[in-house]
């Protein structure tokens, strides 16, 4: 299978990794997150170039997860920003913090700390069971197939 047809499989995995599994994707989107919203922000501060940024920002325009939004009135600029698409990426960029200040930090532990605003506390991010709350471990959860699986691919599943 080539790469490029990755986000065709019938895995979530797969698709929202045909997305945003680039190394470029997931910084614009931090960034985004950290509030910054043009292209030349995004240059400066990501040091990727215009070629490159360019092709990510109209991937991420085109899947949704950004929209462009005018800034000026004569000269069309634009600036990139966050659709609820885009937010509801969060726990993903807060896990992925959470694991790199884990296990990436070399001894010298996290680069930013992550502050509560309501209750003014350093926190880690918790997934937990939308239904009882209780913290997730991947001991004890287990995995169904799901009505967006086809019963072709089901058949595959089972036989693995």
């Known amino acids: 299978m080539k790469i490029a047809d990755i986000g065709n499989q019938p ?20 960034n985004a997150f950290l509030g910054i ?7 400066k501060n990501l040091g990727v170039t215009r070629h490159v940024l ?3 920002l109209n991937t991420l325009v085109e899947e949704e997860i950004l ?10 600029r634009f600036e990139y920003r966050l659709t ?13 913090i959470h694991w790199g200040d884990t296990y990436m930090d070399k001894g010298q532990g ?13 926190f880690h991010p918790v ?3 939308s239904e009882c709350s209780e913290p997730l471990n991947p001991k004890q959860v287990k995995v169904e197939i799901g009505k967006g699986l086809s019963v072709f691919n089901a058949e595959k599943v089972k036989e693995a």
């Open 127 to 129: 997934m937990v069971c």
């Open 37 to 43: 919203r043009r292209f030349d922000d995004f240059h």
């Open 110 to 122: 996290a680069p930013v700390d992550c502050i509560h605003k309501t209750c003014g506390h350093k």
């Open 84 to 96: 609820q698409k885009g937010l509801d990426l969060y726990p993903i960029l807060m896990s992925i």
């Open 54 to 56: 360019t092709a990510r």
């Open 11 to 30: 895995c979530s995995v797969a698709r929202t990794l045909s997305v945003i599994g680039d190394t470029w994707s997931m910084m614009i989107i931090r």
């Open 67 to 76: 929209y462009k939004a005018p800034y000026t009135e004569t000269q069309k």
